[in-house]
């Protein structure tokens, strides 16, 4: 845990070409002056690292302003109010901070900040993923844009990641027929054992066309898209007639500067009547009730798996968000910033 | 108008390689033995020429079965029953015949035959056009997949052609602010002439981006794609964030053999939320009734304009098809293959 006694952000030093290197970012200190009027002041516990953070260190065409250079880097926090000049909040509140930064202390306004209700015998890290943006994200994308149903065939690309996993659940808790594709035999093992999916296809080791053909001899109905480039292409060139390809991330583009390539034989679009859609969390927060009713009882009645891995200390930020581009991250990856209450 | 007392039809007799050769097809007489039970003879009075008939020339993957080497070309007729073996229809009846051939008479199953309803005032071929498959795709693609609303700015491409003419008009009736694009100034008057669209882009002489960027300067909402390309490359650049892409054709790819490419930055479907979708008549023909209660409805009002543009004699077929790959019909492009009844 960081345990610098002023409040230490991480900046953008200047914009990344390719994998983030070191020095793109610097850790500061900086002195948070007074509280202003109708704001908390938040004690980050723990940060959350998502591949989107790396479009944001960019200055390519995104859904929220790229941070700008010397700016703190943007990320969603869950800490504790230490000071607060809202009647909405007090002291000891546990809060998410939606847009804040990688930071140890955040000045908030009240009105950006919403209250953690704990689940029981559910860990308070749970917010930050499978109850937080990451299991919203899957849902919005997998029900509302995807418009899953019993009996499609379901491929889920990073699958073993934190929103693919949950996302590939939801299918299969919908009835679908689930074939999540990822890295590694371990990965792969935790897809078809403890999450119940139905195949997995190790895209390290395999031929994912071939394993694809293998393990949907009927067509893919639905696909939930985290990745891009090959992996997609395989998935698209058979989808079934009124197919639906959502698009939730092409983090195999990310760290690239050029355009991202969609699928070669663009025409297939039209000739099987499928239909592509991006999304992003942040247009489904009105589905945020329905959709934690929906996770939260999974996750009492122990449906829904999860995992988040923690690397402790502000510090490790920039090492740590390395772990997702290179998929050594094991489920929903946070920052552990300074310690639960006790 | 064909003279023949034979009956006579256009067979497929190689795949075309790029654009129709005239010896690609060719007209042959036929033979037709005795009518089969609950099938009617249809005399046909008119052949509905489509791009899409190139795609079933070829090999390529496609939504129906491509037409074998040998097999009669595939086609729309409208014609006159001549002979019947089904109570539903009798001698003299008008029917659209939805998978006939390119041929002076068919055989078909009744079932698989529409009567046609004739409006007061209006042509016969208007059943071939826009009160037809023209008139359904146009419908079915703007305000069903589409979802095409009042404010939006919709872009068409191939503006000035039968499903295009008539969707821009769709859109401007239910209230949008339309641009067509299109080839030659004299299709761009009548867009923003007798149709009333708000503005048209003349590809063959206009730069389209810097065209569109004048025309939609606050963005596109909703593109009707027939094209493809460079022209929907350049308004796929400029859709506003929920943007919607219908591909109802993309014709500037049916006489190539490679794979059609798409859009050059895939990722903006990603983070402005866009949603392409493909779709095919066929899969509509259950909206009919709403879409011709509608489209009839403005017909009558004189609200809304279409062109039929009839090449006499079915032995001109092949060189009419070629029309429209160079842009020279105007409007809904028939061939006359006998005399409408007296």
Same mark, same amino acid.
């Given at each position: 845990?960081?345990?610098?006694?002023?409040? $230490?952000?991480?900046? $953008?030093?200047?914009?990344?070409?390719?994998?983030?290197?070191?020095?793109?970012?610097?850790? !500061?200190?900086?002195?948070?002056?007074?509280?202003?009027?109708?704001?908390?002041?938040?004690?980050?516990?723990?940060?959350?690292?998502?591949?989107?953070?790396?479009?944001?260190?960019?200055?390519?065409?995104?859904?929220?302003?790229?941070? =700008?250079?010397?700016?703190?880097?943007?990320?969603?926090?869950?800490?504790?109010?230490?000071?607060?000049?809202?009647?909405?909040?007090?002291? *000891?509140?546990? #809060?998410?901070?939606?847009?804040?930064?990688?930071?140890? &202390?955040?000045?908030?306004?009240?009105?950006?900040?919403?209250?953690?209700?704990?689940?029981?015998?559910?860990?308070?890290?749970?917010?930050?993923?499978?109850?937080?943006?990451?299991?919203?994200?899957?849902?919005? *994308?997998? !029900?509302?844009?995807?418009?899953?149903?019993?009996?499609?065939?379901? &491929? #889920?690309?990073?699958?073993?990641?934190?929103?693919?996993? !949950?996302?590939?659940?939801?299918?299969?808790?919908?009835?679908?027929?689930?074939?999540?594709?990822?890295?590694?035999?371990? %990965?792969?093992?935790?897809?078809?054992?403890?999450?119940?999916?139905?195949? +997995?296809?190790?895209?390290?080791?395999?031929? #994912?066309?071939?394993?694809?053909?293998?393990?949907?001899?009927? *067509?893919?109905?639905?696909? /939930?898209?985290?990745?891009?480039?090959?992996?997609?292409?395989?998935? /698209?060139?058979?989808?079934?007639?009124?197919?639906?390809?959502?698009?939730? *991330?092409?983090?195999?583009?990310?760290?690239?500067?050029?355009?991202?390539?969609?699928?070669?034989?663009?025409?297939?679009?039209?000739?099987?009547?499928?239909?592509?859609?991006?999304?992003? #969390?942040?247009?489904?927060?009105?589905?945020? %009730?329905?959709? /934690?009713?929906?996770?939260?009882?999974?996750?009492?009645?122990?449906?829904?798996?999860?995992?988040?891995?923690?690397?402790?200390?502000?510090?490790? =930020?920039?090492?740590?968000?390395?772990?997702? /581009? +290179?998929?050594?991250?094991?489920? %929903?990856?946070? &920052?552990?910033?300074?310690?639960?209450?006790?």
């Amino acid at each position: 845990m960081t345990t610098s006694s002023k409040p $230490l952000r991480w900046q $953008l030093r200047r914009r990344p070409t390719g994998a983030i290197a070191h020095d793109d970012l610097e850790l !500061v200190e900086y002195a948070s002056g007074a509280l202003a009027p109708e704001h908390v002041r938040v004690r980050n516990i723990y940060l959350s690292l998502d591949p989107t953070q790396r479009i944001w260190m960019s200055e390519r065409e995104q859904y929220l302003p790229p941070i =700008a250079i010397g700016q703190a880097m943007r990320g969603t926090t869950l800490g504790e109010v230490v000071e607060s000049r809202s009647e909405r909040f007090k002291a *000891g509140d546990l #809060v998410l901070v939606g847009l804040a930064g990688w930071e140890t &202390v955040s000045d908030v306004p009240a009105q950006a900040v919403a209250r953690v209700r704990r689940q029981p015998g559910v860990p308070l890290t749970a917010a930050m993923s499978v109850l937080g943006n990451t299991g919203l994200t899957a849902w919005a *994308g997998m !029900v509302k844009v995807g418009q899953v149903k019993a009996g499609d065939t379901v &491929v #889920v690309s990073a699958a073993a990641g934190a929103v693919g996993s !949950v996302a590939g659940q939801i299918a299969k808790l919908r009835g679908a027929r689930v074939v999540g594709i990822a890295g590694g035999e371990a %990965k792969c093992r935790w897809l078809t054992g403890e999450l119940g999916f139905d195949a +997995s296809i190790d895209y390290r080791n395999e031929d #994912v066309g071939a394993a694809l053909d293998r393990h949907c001899p009927n *067509g893919i109905d639905l696909d /939930f898209e985290n990745v891009g480039g090959d992996i997609m292409n395989a998935v /698209f060139e058979r989808m079934n007639t009124f197919g639906r390809m959502v698009l939730c *991330g092409l983090i195999s583009g990310y760290q690239s500067e050029g355009p991202v390539a969609g699928p070669a034989n663009f025409e297939r679009i039209l000739m099987q009547r499928l239909r592509i859609e991006g999304f992003i #969390v942040i247009d489904h927060l009105p589905h945020a %009730k329905e959709a /934690f009713g929906e996770l939260g009882a999974w996750v009492q009645q122990g449906r829904l798996h999860w995992r988040d891995h923690v690397v402790p200390g502000l510090e490790n =930020a920039v090492d740590a968000m390395q772990l997702l /581009f +290179s998929g050594r991250n094991e489920g %929903k990856l946070l &920052v552990g910033v300074s310690p639960e209450p006790a």
